[in-house]
């Protein structure tokens, strides 16, 4: 943001029409305040603003153990739970230096990925009702419940369910969990047409998202968006092939990079990557041991030595990394939650900058922002 | 044809215009056949509007894989009811520095607009309010009215996404109104003729849409679409774009006010049908295939007023399935679609059809 | 002759793509087959949560209104919201001495995030999950439960077989 | 390795006043306070591997210090270096600013002045990002609220 426009915040001109989008506002998915200033309907700067739902998750987590940190992270994007809380488990396992079983790094990597498409599957729904096209949600939110079915079956609980914990797992998978995902992988690539059909390949949906909100990869790295986001922008930022972790070393998969930096690139990163994540929960569905136990040997109560990690994991929507300073207690000293929608959202600032209103909404939606994560 | 005439509602209202005139005075009688006639329209009005809200949210389920309202009555019958009285117990807000007059009056204009309209349409045979010369040409200048309306809803908000919204709404139906009136043309063109009594009697022996070949089948799509366009609904919505503008124009009206412009939708809705069914698809006449005397003849026995309606719901059905389909259109690009598009496709079809009917192509 | 060429194919296209939309959701009309709603009230009594549904936690107690729990402390002490309280009493047992034992296992369910800590840790799994979830009341304080049922003792340990 | 000994080379000639240690997963290189904006520009800047992306930006309250640490990210080689400067100064903390070297280090330097209080000179925009103007510093390690008495007994 340039001090002119700082200036104009200020000293606001009378001539400026300005509305305020939000903090409750459709499109905005959540408390989040766009206060956008407007000539005709052509945007002239925008400014977002944040902190509705500071819950101050950083300094709740230092009176927390390492294990009740875990349901803290939930919090955060409830939308690729499971993926935060393993960005904890893993910083917390490296640290002490423990291997977890085979067989739980399958599980996790079958439920990020499980994850994964029940996240861009909202999205996905999401971002068609915010360009006008409601059906969308209702197909999206109605192949959703498969995959969240199958997380009440193993964990008990369908959006927050603080399933991993240091070590491992809380509880071994539900026994018809392999079953009920491959289940899941063929109905889901059956309704895939479907989206396509609906919104892909629709001329309206072309016409508003081709061209619109255009981020190139310069602008992607240096205001740090990562995720589908960057990746549209064709900044190579996916953990999972970066700094793999887990099993994800073994296994085959692409990386979805689109080069145009448009709305659509961006949705085109998400919808290949629903179907790249289907690949990869064949290959790891069909690979999974039976045996191996849900967890490794673990004291009860965890004292990480003196030092700092870090951890990055790939969560739905960027790089969510975890950095912890430990002085040898059981609590961490400071942790800190780098999360990618924080970095995600400065960026339609830029983007919003002579697009119209629709346009707005229509890289808002692109960018998929979950307004808990913003604030942490 | 004897038939059709045991359906016709002429004899019945001819009745009553003789009854009347035995017992009064020959002025008091056609006021009292005005106030009878506002009193059923008026009635109609309602019932339809609230039908059409049901119709729309049935049907919209159906799409998304819900079931839709089921609570109120039997499959959810009596849940518009239900909420017009709850929108009639609601209170009306006026908002700060609102131009309180125009504020108020906004939402009777557009209802009024939209109540105009339903005067000449023929809803069967002998059943017309007012059987005007120039038919058409009233309704599509009574209809443009509700624009009035709703830019000045817009304007004495006093809020800035309802004169978003109403502005966009302005833009709009300013530019649909050219294709409106061209594709509507087509079938004066063939018909020879404006009044509406006139175009349904003329497709007697078949629909203008089949009559017409492919001049007229296009026409009838464009007026599909413009028609979508000119009353605010969906892909088209812009001047109440919901994920943008959150309502648009009506975002500070409550209550019953609110209830008016939600009614007037639909009932615009319903006209736009209504035309397409009286211009492309026959009116009220039955449906009748040359040659096949005992199917023609079945098809006779359906009463007029029932095939005027299940076409007319036929066009609504389609109207509601664009609108359940497809995303938003951007208000550069609705103008580019009707400027780049629709206009000029309008105006080489209407050439077209002159030719048609100089040199005498088309069915007769 | 191109541009004209390009626009009739513009036109095409979109119309394509357009129908392609409306056969979607046409088909989906025609079939309600599809409907996936659920009524909820009507269908309470076919509607069972799955078995490791996380409702509430409840404390198991058998027919002789016994429960297993010793009052430790140790789920309290693991509740990242302090969703527990053990309020514990000294009971003379069969030799006569005075032992401690659980007197009330509070439980506010209104603080309870369900990370599942408490059950997870409870040395004599004396607490578990229970499949209820309709929890809505008019009172907050109605959230506040007592686990431990009236007049319920502590269950003999069995002998190991 | 020989990268590693390329790497340790840089430094010496580009940032000889920070001190390149091996942490426990990366490297990390400590400058003084006064000097982060050099050294940043001189990573960002480093050829064989700039380090163009910041993944995340903090700091860490150890009492006697206040420590901001920036973890940089090279998108060609995907190398990640830490990036640590000690505050000596609690009442008055003040730093560069790098938001003119990464633009998302403008809100994660927000961020940081709203939880710790440390100023950003040079910042463009130095406003509170999530609370307001006369709350206290939360994140250092001797805050106390007043209004929301919490005590974690245990």
Redesign the interface.
Known sequence: MSEETIKKIILKEDEDYIINMGPQHPSTHGVLRLEVCLNGERVKYMIPHIGYIHRGMEKMAEFNTYKQVIHLTDRMDYLSAHINNEAVCLAVENALEVEVPERVKYIRAILDELSRIASHNLWWSAFGMDLGALTTFFYGMRDREKVLAIFEESFGSRLLHSFNTPGGLMHDVHPNFRKHTMEFVKYFRKKLPDYKNLLTDNVIFHNRTKGIGVMDKETAINYGVTGPSGRGSGFSCDIRKVAPYGIYEKVVFREILYREGDSFARYKVRMDEMEESLNILEQLVSDMPEEGGFTAKMKPVIKLPEGEYFQRVEAARGEFAVFIVSKGEKYPYRIKFRSPNFSNLFVLSKLAVGGIIADLVATCGSLDLVIPDIDR | MLLLDIYSFSTLTSSIDESLNNVMVPWLATLTEFVLVGIVFLLFYALLGLFLVYLERKVCAVIQNRIGPNRVGKWGMFQTIADLIKLLMKELITIKNADKFLFNLAPFIVIIASFMAIAALPFAKGLQAIDLNIGIFYIIAVSSLGVVGILIAGWSSNSKYSLIGAMRSGAQIISYELSVGLSVLAIVIFSGSMQISTIVESQADGWWIFKGHLPALFAFVLYLITATAEINRGPFDLAEAESELTAGFHTEYSGIKFAFFFLAEYMNMFIVAAIATTLFLGGWMPFHIGGWEGFNQIMDYIPSIIWFFGKTFVVIYIIMWFKWTFPRLRIDQLLNLEWKYLLPLNLINTVIISFVVLLGLYFK | MNSVVRYINDIYKGVISLWAGMRVTGKYFISPGEIVTEQYPENRATLKMEERFKGEVIMPHDENNQHKCTGCGICEVNCPNGSIEIITKKVPNEEGKMVRAIDKHIYHLSMCTFCELCIKTCPFNAITWGQDFEHAVFDRTRLTKVLNKPGSSLKKKEVKS | MEKNNKFTEFVANAVPYGTLSQ????PELTVPAGKIHEAAEALKNYEEQPF?????L?A??HLEKITM?Y?LES?LT?T?I?LKADLEERDNAKIDTVSDL???A???ER?VFD?FGIHFNNH??MRR???EDDYGF??RKD?KDDVNIIE?S?
Do not use: K, R
């Open positions: 942490g426990a997963q990366f163009d992306y910041l993944v995340s903090t860490v309250d640490v973890h998108t995907h990640l830490v990464w633009i998302t403008e809100f994660h961020e939880l463009p925009d990002l999530f609370l939360p994140l805050f974690y245990n």
